[in-house]
């Protein structure tokens, strides 16, 4: 019994050991400056979706769906 707990115990310790170092692999790959960044919501003054400021058009001086065909006009 104490020969399987023992083996039991190092399973777990090498499966720590390798979770640990690729956990850490993964962290060196991906700098902060290369991943996406994050892009300002805004409300649509007509039909109130939120979306990506970049899929809205500025109409009257307010925000609306770009492509969005159930928009109210």
Known sequence: MARIL???FIAVLIYALFRGFFR???KKDTPA?????????VQCARCGVNMPRSEAR???????CLNN????H
């Open 69 to 72: 065909p159930q928009c109210k």
């Open 6 to 8: 023992f083996l039991l």
């Open 58 to 64: 500025e109409v009257e001086g307010k925000l609306v």
């Open 33 to 41: 400056d290369q991943l996406p960044k994050a892009e300002d919501m």
């Open 24 to 26: 850490a692999r993964v």
